[in-house]
């Protein structure tokens, strides 16, 4: 497991708090939360202000790798596109400090904080925002090249689009399939744009995509099965892995969405540009499958649980003519409904690797409880459990043959949970929120710091 990177990761507005200090703009969140009047991140973990004992913990608790957002609201002050130095020196701080203690910091450029000034013009709707994005990402490639080897160009696409355009739960809320099909055509746009910006720049190091991983299980063999999979598929990945690793979008999802909708966006100037600006890297967030079954009747439905209360805001996932996502009743469910499934990581990474042959991160895999934390010591054996069983499923693709060069926790440390608030934690560090945001670490982060100086060693391994 030489240069192997075992780190935790994190997204700028949902730690950084801050949020109108050393003139950062108002981002698309701070609007929609604060219009609404739901739980925001305003303070969040506070780590605009704490990084140093953030990344000293990480350090101590054995990590050498940190994966964190850029703020595009702290560093690009208006439509103009107007550097804000304070910003890039908060930023320049922060991966100095990540120096100091030899962790290598893994950098998402977007992590859905959209300045509020695009929102306006039509935020992801707009192509002029993937061309406001090649804009933002060149400015940070020449800030921070000096410090920064691994980067992303997005935070899961399909999650942020699907969520914001057609579930309608982030904002901007709209629920609108057409929507969904420009948003997420002019996001993996941007992402090529972002690509092609480095390649020129000839920066150093890598860049690459992170993607919301549901790696697709059917009920049964049945033909009509195998469909619902393919459609599945396309809906949840293949939309962001083929068009990122292959510089292809797959053609039978455009084939059956040209029947329906308009894609008159999408023309050869943009195909070559995404053709051209392939990923270096893959980056996967596990959390979960999807169990499928053919479509049988209904009209389209996507339910999210943010409510914490298993059975309130049941989770179900219809689209009409394609498939639906079904339950597993021997399985074991989160308060929000996601099923806890280490087999898919195993399968679906080898999948993966055989399907785009690239170097694969897990971005993210953790699990999501409500926990006192008002207690000296956080006796989160779950989460033990959780991690061992992922990184167990992790270990035996790598030894099937899976190129696989590091693995992230969400998260370090608690933070915000977008729709769920501050009391969906996953930290390995706990942040009483209510008091001071005092950090204390949970028994995890003492196991997590004893596997990694084990190389391993110390997991508990089964074939799955
Ligand atoms: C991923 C996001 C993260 C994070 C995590 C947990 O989708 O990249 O930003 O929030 O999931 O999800 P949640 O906070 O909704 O439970």
Same mark, same amino acid.
């Given at each position: 497991?030489?240069?192997?990177?075992?780190?935790?990761?994190?997204?700028?507005?949902?730690?950084?708090?801050?949020?109108?200090?050393?003139?950062?703009?108002?981002?698309?969140?701070? $609007?929609?939360?604060?219009?609404?009047?739901?739980? %925001?991140?305003? &303070?969040?973990?506070?780590?605009?202000?704490?990084?140093?004992?953030?990344?000293?913990?990480?350090?101590?608790?054995?990590?050498?790798?940190?994966?964190?957002?850029?703020?595009?609201?702290?560093?690009?002050?208006?439509?103009?596109?107007?550097?804000?130095?304070? #910003?890039?020196?908060?930023?320049?701080?922060?991966?100095?400090?990540?120096?100091?203690?030899?962790?290598?910091?893994?950098?998402? &450029?977007?992590?859905?904080?959209?300045?509020?000034?695009?929102?306006?013009?039509?935020?992801?709707?707009?192509?002029?925002?993937?061309?406001?994005?090649?804009?933002?990402?060149?400015? +940070?490639?020449?800030?921070? $090249?000096?410090?920064?080897?691994?980067?992303?160009?997005?935070?899961?696409?399909?999650?942020?689009?699907?969520?914001?355009?057609?579930?309608?739960?982030?904002?901007?809320? $709209? /629920?609108?399939?057409? !929507?969904?099909?420009?948003?997420?055509?002019? &996001?993996?746009?941007?992402?090529?744009?972002?690509?092609?910006?480095?390649?020129?720049?000839?920066?150093?190091?890598?860049?690459?995509? &992170?993607?919301?991983?549901?790696?697709?299980?059917?009920?049964?063999?049945?033909?009509?099965? /195998?469909?619902?999979?393919?459609?599945? *598929?396309?809906? +949840?990945?293949?939309?962001?892995?083929?068009?990122?690793? /292959? #510089?292809?979008?797959?053609?039978?999802?455009?084939?059956?969405?040209?029947?329906?909708?308009?894609?008159?966006?999408?023309?050869?100037? $943009?195909?070559?540009?995404?053709?051209?600006?392939?990923? !270096?890297?893959?980056?996967?967030?596990?959390?979960?499958?999807?169990?499928?079954?053919?479509?049988?009747?209904?009209? =389209?439905?996507?339910?999210?649980?943010?409510?914490?209360?298993?059975?309130?805001?049941?989770? /179900?996932?219809?689209?009409?003519?394609?498939?639906?996502? @079904?339950?597993?009743?021997?399985?074991?469910?989160?308060?929000?409904?996601?099923?806890?499934?280490?087999?898919?990581?195993?399968?679906?990474?080898?999948?993966?690797?055989?399907?785009?042959?690239?170097?694969?991160?897990? =971005?993210? %895999? #953790? @699990?999501?409880?409500?926990?006192?934390? =008002?207690?000296?010591?956080?006796?989160?054996?779950?989460?033990?459990?959780?991690?061992?069983?992922?990184?167990?499923?992790?270990?035996?693709?790598? *030894?099937?043959?899976?190129?696989?060069?590091?693995?992230?926790?969400?998260?370090?440390?608690?933070?915000?949970?977008?729709?769920?608030?501050?009391?969906?934690?996953?930290?390995?560090?706990?942040?009483?929120?209510?008091?001071?945001?005092?950090?204390?670490?949970?028994?995890?982060?003492?196991?997590?710091?004893?596997?990694?100086?084990?190389?391993?060693? =110390?997991?508990?391994?089964?074939?799955?």
């Amino acid at each position: 497991m030489k240069d192997f990177l075992w780190g935790g990761a994190s997204a700028s507005y949902q730690c950084e708090g801050a949020w109108q200090e050393d003139d950062r703009v108002e981002s698309m969140w701070d $609007h929609y939360l604060h219009e609404n009047n739901l739980e %925001n991140g305003d &303070v969040a973990s506070d780590h605009y202000h704490r990084f140093e004992e953030d990344i000293r913990m990480m350090k101590e608790g054995g990590q050498n790798a940190y994966r964190l957002s850029l703020a595009w609201p702290r560093i690009i002050k208006n439509r103009e596109g107007e550097i804000n130095q304070k #910003g890039i020196s908060f930023y320049r701080r922060v991966f100095e400090t990540c120096r100091k203690y030899d962790i290598e910091p893994f950098v998402t &450029v977007y992590h859905w904080d959209l300045p509020q000034y695009l929102e306006e013009k039509g935020g992801w709707l707009n192509e002029e925002t993937a061309y406001a994005y090649e804009h933002y990402a060149k400015v +940070c490639f020449e800030a921070f $090249h000096d410090l920064v080897k691994e980067w992303v160009t997005f935070n899961e696409p399909k999650w942020f689009v699907c969520s914001g355009y057609l579930i309608g739960n982030y904002p901007p809320c $709209h /629920k609108s399939p057409q !929507d969904t099909i420009t948003a997420a055509f002019n &996001v993996m746009y941007a992402s090529a744009l972002g690509v092609k910006a480095f390649r020129e720049g000839k920066y150093p190091g890598k860049i690459g995509i &992170v993607h919301s991983f549901t790696p697709i299980n059917g009920v049964d063999g049945t033909l009509a099965t /195998k469909i619902a999979m393919r459609y599945a *598929d396309n809906y +949840c990945n293949n939309w962001i892995l083929d068009t990122a690793a /292959k #510089g292809e979008i797959p053609i039978d999802l455009l084939t059956t969405l040209s029947k329906k909708y308009d894609l008159s966006m999408i023309t050869e100037k $943009h195909l070559k540009v995404i053709k051209e600006n392939k990923v !270096d890297f893959l980056g996967l967030n596990y959390y979960s499958r999807a169990l499928v079954k053919p479509y049988s009747s209904g009209e =389209t439905t996507l339910v999210v649980n943010n409510s914490g209360k298993k059975g309130k805001g049941t989770s /179900k996932v219809i689209i009409k003519d394609w498939f639906e996502q @079904v339950y597993d009743p021997n399985s074991t469910y989160t308060e929000w409904d996601t099923e806890i499934y280490p087999k898919g990581l195993q399968e679906g990474l080898k999948e993966v690797w055989e399907k785009y042959h690239l170097p694969i991160y897990i =971005t993210e %895999n #953790g @699990v999501g409880m409500y926990e006192d934390v =008002t207690v000296d010591q956080v006796q989160d054996d779950y989460r033990i459990e959780f991690m061992n069983d992922h990184i167990n499923a992790m270990l035996n693709a790598k *030894d099937d043959g899976v190129d696989i060069r590091g693995y992230f926790a969400w998260s370090p440390f608690d933070l915000y949970s977008w729709k769920n608030g501050c009391e969906k934690r996953y930290g390995l560090v706990a942040i009483d929120f209510d008091h001071g945001l005092v950090r204390k670490p949970k028994k995890s982060y003492f196991w997590y710091k004893e596997m990694i100086e084990s190389n391993a060693e =110390t997991i508990k391994r089964k074939r799955l």
